[in-house]
């Protein structure tokens, strides 16, 4: 069941590009929520809208933030979009982009047969969260050397507008461009699929290093496999066939209270044991010696440890890395002090990419 209601704007909160975020008024009470201005056009204080309550009401999604649906001031609206490429397709809210493979796209000619990834690193996460603490290791390994593009899927958000946090990481140099595929849109470049996505990010972008993750949101219900992040397994197929180097972010946890999440996450072995057909790097960091043996064990009994590469990295800085940046990223609430192998595990997959890029141009 979706909830539909409607309300008057009575404070803009923030606004960024694509994006405000507002309060609106509903029966009596105040509620935020969220306009995506290149659906809906702009809003202000005192306009009647139409939105969209239903992940506020089940206390999930976007923080609580509901979503404008419309702006009922709007009798009519054209956004002049190029391109003829549909992002949320048969939807009420359909529209067109000018993603890299068509023909009208200047790039199209870039990516339009075969692309080779020559082995350009690619770093496959399964949470939102991962990416900051990987682009600031890898920052400071290549001494920002390292030209970065950042691919958002389309397994969570689909707006990359919403994610502060990838605004603040191309603010402060550490992702030099974004790729939004399938139907994720709002990207420097909109893909058609993760192909297109990593070859674009090669020939278009001239990426030295690719970070491929979902964006805000991911999905979870407790299964082995009804989760969103088991494409972890379908991006290091993805990679590897095109003739990239797939390095995997393990979720590791301790402060977890769900045992499937303690230590390494089942989800990680069914993305890399279940859904991963090719061989990737998994990176591991060096941890106390009773959080060693636990994920070392579990590696080996899950058979990880036998179909890929494991890599210990001792030479750790994301703390260092996330200081330096002045960033402070979370995972379900929890921050770096308090979820500290978490991090670790990301900038760990950061710190093996710088050195294959250093090593490609050494």
Known sequence: MASYRTGKVTRIVETQPDLVRLQVEVKGAERRAIAYTGLVGEVAVGDSVIINTTAGELGLGSGGWDIIVWNLETAELDIDNPGHIMKLRYTPQQFNVLAVEEAASPMAAAIAGPVDLGGMPVIAGTILSQLAPAAAVLNRQTAGHAKVAYIMTDRACLPLALSDQVRDLKSKGLIDATITIGQAFGGDLEAVNLFSG???????????????????????????????GIEQGEIINAVAAMGGRPIAIPRIMFGD????????????????GLAALETC?????????????KVTQ??????????HRVR????????????????????????????????????????????????RHA
């Open 281 to 293: 790097d998994i990176a591991v960091p060096r941890m106390d010696p009773d959080k060693m043996t």
């Open 312 to 359: 210990i990295v001792a030479a750790d800085e994301t703390a260092e890395a996330l200081e330096a940046f002045d960033l402070s990223p979370t995972t379900m609430g929890r921050d770096f002090a308090s979820e500290p192998e978490f991090f670790r595990a990301a900038g760990s997959a950061g710190y093996l990419a710088a050195e294959i890029v250093k090593a």
């Open 298 to 307: 579990a590696l080996e009994t899950s058979g990880l440890a036998a179909k």
């Open 198 to 228: 990593l070859a674009a990010a090669k020939k278009v972008v001239g990426a030295d290093v690719a970070i491929v993750t979902m964006g805000v949101g991911v999905v979870g219900t407790g299964s082995y496999l009804g989760f969103s």
């Open 257 to 272: 209270a769900r045992p499937r999440h303690r230590g390494l996450s089942a989800q990680t072995v069914a993305a890399l």
